[in-house]
């Protein structure tokens, strides 16, 4: 399943994320917006389900609350079958769908000395991403879990902690570091940090009576070089090794191992107008490995049916029989005073066609008065240009333009290009189109 309307999104995304209350902080993280928006909508949306396109009138609430450093999210999404009457019984049978109305709460942002986070996962990561890196939870709207997000920084030392299922044991990882030399007076190196991290998917195939586990550990070296309110320059190290389960050979094994040394630099708040902050990285990765295991794709990823055979994604690795190097680059921008923010990353192994992977995000609520537009899109298996312009099952999109009739409603279209199971309860997923036209009732609280 691939559609052409690829072009127009890569077009908007000119301009446009799909988070209205997260920007990008110096190349290590998102934080959130400070003020709370008052989300809702009624609408009208089709959705494909097992190639029959349905119609439905939506109405939905979608707050998010902002009182200091805490925020709460809440995405109440009602969908009346047109032909029917009713309301998609999907989305409500189960306890749990009814809890998944909480779409998040937390407290502080990420890099805080103390963050806390508990739903939908966004953009989790440990450390510089070299094993988890912007990991999703949400593979698809009918698929969302609770997560959690735990961080402390007591400056010497600290850690984070994810959860992508606090119902079940899935993917659970978390990142130990010290800082040996914090508090003496030693410019530059008593920044210097040494830092642990494990994750592990306990049961990528969902089965309780299969042992299918895979684990990610490694260790990170950190040398922050500047650190202030307008310049900041880190230099790092990182090392990890895969060991899981391999359904083809039915064992458990030891897969390969990579590493990577990076710089990451960011100017702030320069004249109250822009933020820029970029990111290179020079990888080394050894045979059935690779770099950031746990992705924006990897529930969708974890393991796919085909046929009478399952395949995990780590039996993929074993198709990977020769060591290679590639480079990582992430760029962020915020200009104009916030007005518009930009974010892009790419990634790609030297010498290995469709080795491309990137992500693109932009929000623009503001730039032009009466329009309010933004656009997050994910993408693997990138070689050719024409790739990046064809949305199918190596990618994730979602492009909202809106019209602002008022300053508190808007005329908007979300496109969302994303995944579905192929039956339920399977998961195992296939692209999914949804297009959702609705008028937005916006507030935001000062």
């Given at each position: 399943m691939q559609s052409k309307t690829g072009l127009a999104l890569i077009l908007l995304l000119c301009l446009v994320a799909m988070s209205t209350a997260q920007y990008y902080d110096g190349g290590l993280g998102y934080r959130g917006d400070q003020r709370g928006v008052l989300m809702g909508g009624v609408g009208f949306t089709r959705i494909d389900e097992g190639g029959e396109s349905k119609n439905y009138v939506s109405i939905g609430l979608r707050p998010e609350l902002a009182f200091g450093k805490f925020g709460v999210g809440l995405n109440i999404n009602l969908l009346y079958d047109t032909s029917t009457g009713g309301l998609r019984s999907k989305d409500w049978d189960s306890g749990y769908d009814y809890l998944r109305m909480l779409r998040y709460l937390r407290y502080g942002f990420k890099l805080d000395p103390f963050y806390a986070r508990i739903g939908t996962l966004d953009a989790a990561r440990l450390g510089h991403g070299f094993i988890v890196n912007y990991f999703n939870n949400e593979a698809s709207y009918d698929s969302r879990k609770i997560g959690l997000e735990f961080d402390l920084d007591f400056g010497r030392f600290g850690f984070e902690t994810i959860a992508s299922n606090v119902g079940r044991s899935e993917v659970l990882g978390t990142r130990g570091y010290v800082r040996p030399l914090h508090g003496m007076q030693l410019p530059i190196i008593n920044r210097f940090a040494i830092?642990?991290?494990f994750a592990r998917d306990f049961d990528p195939d969902a089965w309780s009576n299969s042992d299918d586990g895979v684990s990610v550990y490694g260790f990170d070296l950190e040398l922050p070089l500047l650190k202030s309110r307008v310049f900041n320059t880190i230099l790092y190290f990182d090392y990890a090794k895969i060991r899981g389960y391999s359904s083809i050979e039915e064992q458990t094994r030891s897969f390969g191992s990579g590493s990577a040394v990076g710089i990451s630099?960011?100017?702030?708040?320069?004249?109250?107008?822009?933020?820029?902050?970029?990111r290179v990285e020079r990888r080394w990765l050894g045979k059935e490995f690779i770099a950031s295991y746990f992705d924006p794709f990897y529930e969708v990823q974890r393991y796919a049916i085909h046929g009478a055979d399952?395949?995990?994604?780590?039996?993929?690795?074993?198709?990977?029989?020769?060591?290679?190097?590639?480079?990582?680059?992430?760029?962020?921008?915020?200009?104009?005073?916030n007005k518009v923010r930009l974010l892009g990353q790419l990634e790609r192994l030297d010498k290995q066609p469709n080795s491309g992977r990137m992500h693109l995000s932009a929000d623009a609520p503001d730039l032009i008065p009466v329009i309010a537009a933004r656009a997050t899109y994910s993408k693997m298996a990138v070689e050719t240009i024409g790739?990046?312009?064809?949305?199918?099952?190596?990618?994730?999109?979602?492009?909202?333009?809106?019209?602002?009739?008022?300053?508190?409603?808007?005329?908007?279209?979300?496109?969302?290009?994303?995944?579905?199971?192929?039956?339920?309860?399977s998961q195992s997923y296939r692209p999914q189109e949804r297009i959702e036209p609705k008028l937005v009732f916006v507030y935001k609280l000062k």
């Open positions: 830092g642990l991290s630099s960011g100017l702030g708040n320069l004249l109250g107008l822009i933020e820029i902050s970029a399952t395949l995990h994604k780590a039996d993929y690795l074993l198709g990977i029989q020769e060591e290679t190097r590639g480079v990582f680059g992430e760029l962020y921008g915020n200009v104009l005073g790739d990046v312009f064809t949305l199918d099952a190596n990618s994730v999109a979602r492009v909202g333009l809106g019209y602002k009739v008022k300053p508190y409603l808007i005329a908007y279209v979300d496109y969302i290009w994303s995944f579905v199971e192929t039956t339920p309860g």
